[in-house]
Antibody, heavy 126, light 107 residues
Framework: EVQLLESGGALVQPGGSLRLSCVASGFTFSDYAMNWVRQAPGRGLEWVSVIGYTGSSTYYADSVKGRFTVSRDNAENALYLQMNSLRADDTAMYYC???????????????????WGQGTLVTVSS | EIVLTQSPATLSLSPGERATLSCRASESVSRYLAWYQQKPGQAPRLLIYDASIRATGIPARFSGRGSGTDFTLTISSLEPEDFAIYYCQQRYNWPPWTFGQGTKVEI
């Protein structure tokens, strides 16, 4: 069974940092690009970042560019999101999501988020 | 950035009825559009991708159609477990990948 398990969410003060993790199982992790998608409380979905299956390419939403860094460890089947300079509007549930199709470039058209982890909650507040 | 506009915001229906959800893109996304279902307290789940292909394990009562700027998700006969929020998403114009604001299907 394909599973994604996020962790690392917490309450953090504005300006602080946090590192999220997502551990994958049930598939060949190194074959798939991986994404972070977030959802503010009571709001819709916002794509945050993608990392290619080799880890050599990364892309970010403008809202987090320069503050967040995505990385992966294919030997450990793990995805990470380092979040710095956190703001109140970063408060959200953060989901990791695998690309549907393997071995496609991170910025390829027509790849979709499937499956998703259960999410980890990040709250930025003083 | 491509904006996806979903309508209606809320759809109030009864079990057994047909649901028709709309997603309109601000510019063409070809057929690079997907639909996700999200139930309260759960992560989203992929229902339809490439505009009309059902994801693995998705019942046949879910169908998608459209291309270019106008897309539709249809649930032919609502089951109690189908009452949820549905999001469309495009992955055509980079950056970024964008979602619609969601349609809530309520009883």
């Amino acid at each position: 069974e394909v599973q994604l398990l996020e962790s690392g969410g917490a309450l953090v003060q504005p300006g602080g940092s946090l590192r999220l993790s997502c551990v994958a199982s049930g598939f060949t992790f190194s074959d798939y690009a991986m994404n972070w998608v977030r959802q503010a409380p009571g709001r819709g979905l916002e794509w945050v970042s993608v990392i290619g299956y080799t880890g050599s390419s990364t892309y970010y939403a403008d809202s987090v560019k320069g503050r967040f860094t995505v990385s992966r460890d294919n030997a450990e089947n793990a995805l990470y999101l380092q979040m710095n300079s956190l703001r109140a509007d970063d408060t959200a549930m953060y989901y990791c999501a695998r690309d549907l199709r393997p071995r496609l470039a991170a910025d390829s058209n027509g790849n979709w988020f499937d499956p998703w982890g259960q999410g980890t909650l990040v709250t930025v507040s003083s | 950035e491509i904006v996806l506009t979903q309508s209606p915001a809320t759809l109030s229906l009864s079990p057994g009825e047909r649901a028709t959800l709309s997603c309109r893109a601000s510019e063409s996304v070809s057929r690079y559009l997907a639909w996700y279902q999200q139930k309260p307290g759960q992560a989203p789940r992929l229902l339809i991708y490439d505009a009309s292909i059902r994801a693995t394990g998705i019942p046949a009562r879910f169908s998608g159609r459209g291309s270019g700027t106008d897309f539709t998700l249809t649930i032919s006969s609502l089951e109690p477990e189908d009452f949820a929020i549905y999001y469309c998403q495009q992955r055509y114009n980079w950056p970024p990948w964008t979602f619609g604001q969601g349609t809530k299907v309520e009883i």
